[in-house]
């Protein structure tokens, strides 16, 4: 049987590699860069939950980040500040992040929307 990584980890590395930054990020932008460092400090679980609310599918295929397809791109959700929460279409991988104002904001909303447990496609 052929299996994901069913204890997803991110590297810096990988993050910046295989993520595309657009409409409004790019690789240096710090509200992107704040969303890699969140990412990097998450715990096994939190990381399978931000695949879950990110790709429909809470872990990664084989090869890691690297063979999702398509990739996990993040987008700078449009009048959107500390307050609002990201957002997703997750049949493309398309993450909507507001550009919060600390990791800390940003660590507290993303945390908060991927362990909503409202509609729910597997």
């Known amino acids: 049987m052929l299996c994901g990584d069913q204890d997803p980890v991110f590297t810096r ?5 295989y993520t595309e930054p657009k409409l409004g990020y790019s690789k240096e932008s710090p509200g992107f860069l704040r969303f890699v460092n969140v990412l990097v400090e998450m715990t096994g679980s939190e990381r399978k939950a931000f ?10 295929p084989p090869g890691g980040l690297a ?3 398509p990739r996990l791109t993040v987008v700078r959700k449009i009048d959107a ?17 507001p550009d919060y104002s600390s990791e800390e904001v940003l660590r507290e909303r993303l945390l908060a929307a991927t362990n909503e447990k409202g509609f729910h496609l597997n």
């Not at 307050?83 to 991988?93: D, R």
């Open 13 to 17: 590395e990988e993050i910046m590699k």
């Open 51 to 60: 695949l879950q609310f990110t790709t429909g599918c809470s872990s990664l």
């Open 67 to 69: 063979n999702l397809h």
């Open 81 to 97: 500040g500390d307050g609002s929460f990201p957002s997703v279409n997750t049949c493309v991988h398309y993450l909507k992040l």
